[in-house]
């Protein structure tokens, strides 16, 4: 799998949102009907929607290719989450990862029950943003509490002891290959 002929390179920069995410899952479906097994992509997202993120998420971890993600800036919010679906996970040393609490939108006239809808909406999304953590990282458990409160800063030595890369490394790509930019 690591012939570079058999190979993809896209880049993402942009909110995970549904329209980015369409056209990236949309990238990802692409390679893979034409049977690339292995897809590199440079990512940098500042986060957006939870849905739209576990989405993605789960959208990755189903399809049958290698998928090779690179934070090449930052990677926030939801976008975490995202990025560690990829099976193999990189960090640029200037990248920076940072999770944190859901944050809900305008609150003004709301009435209670709806305040409290919308509050167990986003602790709801903390718990399956945690889960996915969780799963797929070994970030410890007082960095998880802590990020119900405030904004956590994941510097690249960190992220590849809490499991988030497997190694600062920069993205590269090989001379005479196409990169696509999604």
């Given at each position: 799998?690591?012939?570079?002929?058999d190979a993809a390179y896209?880049?993402f920069?942009?909110?995970?949102e549904?329209?980015?995410v369409g056209r990236?899952?949309?990238?990802?479906?692409s390679?893979?009907?034409s049977?690339?097994?292995?897809?590199h992509?440079?990512?940098s997202?500042?986060?957006?929607?939870?849905?739209?993120?576990?989405?993605?998420?789960n959208?990755?971890?189903?399809?049958p290719l290698?998928?090779?993600?690179?934070?090449?800036?930052?990677v926030s919010?939801i976008?975490?989450?995202?990025?560690?679906?990829?099976?193999?996970?990189?960090?640029?040393?200037h990248?920076?990862?940072?999770?944190?609490?859901?944050?809900m939108g305008?609150?003004e006239?709301l009435?209670?029950?709806?305040?409290?809808?919308?509050?167990d909406?986003a602790?709801?999304d903390?718990d399956?943003t945690?889960?996915?953590?969780?799963?797929r990282?070994?970030?410890p458990e007082?960095?998880?509490?802590?990020r119900?409160?405030s904004?956590?800063?994941?510097?690249?030595v960190?992220a590849?002891?809490y499991?988030?890369?497997?190694?600062?490394?920069?993205?590269?790509?090989?001379?005479?290959?196409?990169?696509?930019q999604?």
């Amino acid at each position: 799998m690591d012939d570079v002929q058999d190979a993809a390179y896209f880049g993402f920069t942009g909110p995970i949102e549904p329209a980015g995410v369409g056209r990236l899952a949309g990238a990802l479906n692409s390679a893979v009907n034409s049977g690339v097994g292995l897809v590199h992509l440079a990512f940098s997202s500042n986060g957006g929607y939870v849905a739209d993120g576990v989405y993605l998420y789960n959208h990755i971890r189903a399809l049958p290719l290698h998928l090779v993600l690179y934070n090449t800036g930052s990677v926030s919010s939801i976008a975490v989450s995202v990025f560690l679906a990829a099976q193999e996970r990189y960090c640029s040393a200037h990248g920076m990862f940072m999770i944190h609490p859901t944050t809900m939108g305008q609150s003004e006239g709301l009435t209670a029950r709806r305040l409290q809808s919308t509050l167990d909406a986003a602790l709801a999304d903390d718990d399956r943003t945690d889960n996915i953590l969780r799963e797929r990282s070994r970030v410890p458990e007082e960095v998880l509490a802590a990020r119900r409160h405030s904004e956590i800063y994941i510097a690249p030595v960190a992220a590849v002891n809490y499991g988030f890369v497997d190694a600062v490394r920069e993205f590269s790509l090989p001379k005479g290959q196409q990169i696509i930019q999604i």
